[in-house]
């Protein structure tokens, strides 16, 4: 079959990326989702707090993506529930399998990457000990409460302290579990500060900085983990052991963009993401296909993920209809304490404001953030606070974008 | 007066506030960057309020995630947690559909979801 353009992921940023290009002037557009349902992880997040930029209201992720849900079905936008996709290839041809209709494969003018992230598993930290039952992902655990409906165990300790661990601390205790400890092996905690307060502080679960688990215990169920202080290079510090007896584990220890058939097509991905090189119109480095949400970068708020996949649906449109534009790239850099700037190229040859997300690398406080062409200042922010948890943004206007001539370096200076 | 450091729940800034406590009520609030910050910090010094969500389990199985319309008081939410797990919709339910009426003193219990079946 051909379709116009093939998003693939219906989740928040999947069904954002849809409504635009629909929006922008591209009736024939097409959603493969692997799942059963629309709305991808969110509806699995049964807290609030999202939608607060964009709806100016806080909402539960089920009703968050609801919102966009309804859009696609207003629009009448066609798609498919329970639909892998195997591969995929420059002249955007998409092969995928479903119940339904068994084997197919689409040939589309353009596609959206939209798979989202999937969580760092025990087996990327190398945590040592038995491998018993009761070990799981923090999102495992959390599909496993709100959406199937039982629990996986009673008495937990959590490694990680990003935002899926802590909320998972707090569904977990609301439901009757006892959480012993969230681990955390950096100095501080990746998850927001609202989420310390409101899901450990409120139920008295203590975070454990510069700690990380050292061993786990059992033989065919969780018994419990010993857990470690680490010194500056993250290394345990014996003496500093102690244990906690335990039924559960849970790992809440980062995501990783999805990426293998970003790979597979061969399009150019970014070390430092771990998702694809995009320019400002979230146009990857093959024409034509364009990548949002999770999949491009982790994201600390939908709100930004549905940001930033419209626009991808807004230039995917325009690629159907216009053809491929004008391409004049420039670099972006990760200068002095960024860990990343997105987009990794700016393409001079498209009109209007340029967004520039980053990570800084630690935390810092009373600090100057800068943006370079050259050795030429051409932006400056002084920020009372910057913590990497956070993702930083700075908007670059049309009229700076058009007088670049080198490289743009975004830096912090303390 | 005591002198108390709170952090914002009510969006993702998580504003540093503090707010100055006589008598058991804030006298004043600062470091709050909206109305929000300071109902959150006058209310955080007399008895701490949060909406709770979760989910319920609908007859036939199906988890419903549900949240209380208006905050409660923190130290309800375990309290009323069993309460909660006592009761199973039948579907259909809508988005904003009342699934527990007067949870908590005119607070109510409310689906965050559509599920039709």
Redesign the interface.
Known sequence: MKHDIVIIGGGPAGLAAAVAAFDGGVKDVVILERGEELGGIL?QC????FG?TRFKE??????YA?RFIDKVRERGIKYYLETTVISLDKNKTVKAVNPELGFFTIEAKSIILAMGCRERSRGALNVAGTRPAGIYSAGTAQKY?????YMPGKEVVILGSGDIGLIMAR?MT???AKVHAVCEIMPYSSG???N???CLD?FGIPLYLNHTITKIEGTDRVTGVTISEVDAQKRPITGTERHFSCDTVLFSVGLIPENELTKSCGITLSPKTRGAVVSQTRETMERGIFACGNVLQVH??VDFVSEEAEIAGRYSAQYVLNGEGVYDFLDTQAGDNISYVLPQKINKGVDGNVKLFFRVKNTFKNCTIRIKSGNEVILERKKKIAVPG?METLILTADKVQNLSSPVTVELEV | MQIKNL??????M?CQIEAGVENGVAVYVKGNTCPRGKLYAENEVVR?L??????V?CVG?K?L???TDKPIP?DM??SL?ETINGVHPTLPVH?GDIVINDLYEGVNLIA???ELN
């Open positions: 509806n049964i807290h609030n707090g607060l806080s909402l539960s992720g089920p009703e609801e409460v709100n959406v199937k409906g569904r609301l439901e009757g927001l500060k609202r310390i307060v409101q409120d600390d708020l956070e | 952090t914002c729940v009510e969006c993702p998580g701490p949060r909406v709770l969500t979760t989910s389990k199985g988890m995630p549900v949240k923190r939410m375990l947690m988005t965050t979801k559509t």
